[in-house]
């Protein structure tokens, strides 16, 4: 997975950055796929398992089955959800036999698959024909507001790294359409997309700020590399930015989502 060195990381870490996200956009993409009771399903690239525990809450641990090439995260979704079945795989190559599961979802991952092609193809290989296929990434270029802000201010401190890095240009998708494009090229039928937001809290900005210095995601990694005064500018750019001082805030953030029937 392209980048996936910058989520070899704690999973605390992950929790205190975009992880803060990912328990309500889990329910969203639930909800958008439609996945009902009763159903066997699969989370890619789970990360340290907040689309899992969804699953998991809705469908019971025994239905639920996850990969991540991350054996930090994987250990972590292992740990935190007991009686579910966790793997360190890639997403093009999961170890499961074709149709395995009746839904099979990826949360924030299909950007960082090495061959987005190929992992979209292995979802749909362990679905069940007449399963549905899920997933959703973030409006980078657009209403993800912590990573938008962020890379809008690398841009200002460091105008052609900043340009060279910001996940709203690099990230071939991360615009409305894009992702279900992939999963309809894919030969998903019935594909449909839509919008998911999901809110994070933050104590002050401090607390938005920590774990960006340690590396974490493509974020965390640009923040990490700038020398201290640049990371100093960094900061003062994006609290500007923000708007955020040390009283505490919520952020919104947006995601396409995308989902088709197997064949």
């Not at 699953?55 to 054996?71: F, H, M, Q």
């Not at 296929?133 to 912590?146: K, N």
């Not at 449909?192 to 900005?205: K, V």
């Not at 210095?213 to 923040?223: K, L, N, Q, V």
């Amino acid at each position: 997975m392209s980048g996936a060195e910058s989520f070899r990381a704690p999973a605390d870490v992950y929790d205190a950055h975009v992880g803060r996200y990912t328990p309500s956009l889990a329910r969203a993409l639930i909800e958008f796929a439609g996945v009902a009771p009763g159903t066997r399903a699969l989370d890619v690239g789970c990360g340290p398992g907040a689309l899992a525990a969804a699953l998991a809450e809705r469908l019971g641990p025994g239905n639920v089955s996850a990969a991540d090439p991350s054996e930090p995260f994987a250990e972590a979704c292992r740990a935190r959800l007991p009686g579910v079945e966790v793997v360190v795989a890639p997403a093009e190559s999961l170890p499961f036999p074709g149709g395995a599961f009746g839904a099979a979802l990826s949360q924030l991952v299909v950007n960082f698959m090495s061959d987005p092609e190929a992992g979209v193809a292995e979802l749909i290989r362990v679905t069940e024909s007449g399963g549905v296929v899920a997933a959703c990434v973030w409006d980078y270029a657009g209403e993800m507001t912590l990573l938008r802000a962020f890379w809008d201010a690398a841009r200002e401190i460091e105008p052609e790294r900043g340009a060279a890095a910001d996940e709203g240009v690099v990230m071939r998708f991360c615009r409305e359409g894009e992702l279900a494009g992939l999963l309809s090229s894919a030969g998903l039928r019935e594909v449909r997309s839509g919008s998911l937001e999901s809110r994070a809290a933050y104590a002050g900005f401090d607390d938005l700020w920590a774990p960006l210095p340690t590396g974490i995601a493509p974020s965390g990694a640009f923040c990490k590399s700038l020398e201290a005064d640049g990371r100093a500018a960094l900061r003062a750019a994006y609290r500007r930015r923000l708007g955020a001082g040390d009283e505490p805030f919520e952020l919104t953030a947006r995601a396409w989502a995308a989902a088709g029937v197997a064949p």
